[in-house]
T-cell receptor
Framework: QKEVEQDPGPLSVPEGAIVSLNCTYS??????FMWYRQYSRKGPELLMY????GNKEDGRFTAQVDKSSKYISLFIRDSQPSDSATYLC????????????FGAGTRLFVKA | DTGVSQDPRHKITKRGQNVTFRCDPI?????LYWYRQTLGQGPEFLTY????????KSRLLSDRFSAERPKGSFSTLEIQRTEQGDSAMYLC????????????FGEGSRLTVL
């Protein structure tokens, strides 16, 4: 079993839809939870991070963490064609040095 | 711009050849990470450096792989006797200054082994 599970999709939605992306994890020692966005043939870029359970909002994006269920989500409101990318969940352990484990990534297509 | 540059962006080589990738982070990033990403997968941790010291290596890093970070600045990742299974994107990332473990990735070096 992988430490971080993420449905690879692809997920195709019409422009303006609300998108829900999810990950589950098995290691309760993960401390920081992040979402990265990766465009084709580019490196991942940090989109959002959270530390504790609850919601964090940034513009059209909301990150949600439920540590009791070991479940994290990213919601995208009013999705745009420019949101088409691969979304990677990531979780970090602090064991003296930070080590980040990534999910497989979900490919999102937003159709105009 | 993340301040992390990688070179070359794409390398095509024949099986059995050696290849070397270089990563240049901006100077204040004292932690540097190497990840490998294959098609349809997320980045997988390979190794990381604190300044010039290599502190952790993944089991993915076979003895054909070697990474260095002389003087704690740029880093190189060398793959000897390449195999077709080495074909992947090799990503370098610098660790952010904040407490969250944010990684700033370069554009990656894509390796194709024929």
């Amino acid at each position: 079993q992988k430490e971080v599970e993420q449905d690879p999709g692809p997920l195709s939605v019409p422009e303006g839809a609300i998108v829900s992306l999810n990950c589950t994890y098995s290691n309760s020692a993960f401390q920081y939870f992040m979402w990265y966005r990766q465009y084709s043939r580019k490196g991942p870029e940090l989109l959002m991070y959270t530390y504790s359970s609850g919601n964090k909002e940034d513009g059209r994006f909301t990150a949600q963490v439920d540590k009791s269920s070991k479940y994290i989500s990213l919601f995208i409101r009013d999705s745009q064609p420019s949101d088409s990318a691969t979304y990677l969940c990531a979780m970090t352990l602090n064991t003296g040095g930070f080590k980040t484990i990534f999910g497989a990534g979900t490919r999102l297509f937003v159709k105009a | 711009d993340t301040g992390v540059s990688q070179d070359p962006r794409h390398k095509i080589t024949k099986r059995g050849q050696n290849v070397t990738f270089r990563c240049d982070p901006i100077s204040e990033h004292n932690r540097l990470y190497w990840y490998r990403q294959t098609l349809g997968q997320g980045p997988e941790f390979l190794t990381y450096f604190q300044n010039e010291a290599q502190l952790e290596k993944s089991r993915l890093l076979s003895d054909r792989f070697s990474a260095e970070r002389p003087k704690g600045s740029f880093s190189t990742l060398e793959i000897q006797r390449t195999e077709q299974g080495d074909s992947a994107m090799y990503l370098c990332a610098a660790f952010g200054q904040g407490p969250t473990g944010e990684l700033f990735f370069g554009e990656g070096s894509r390796l194709t082994v024929l």
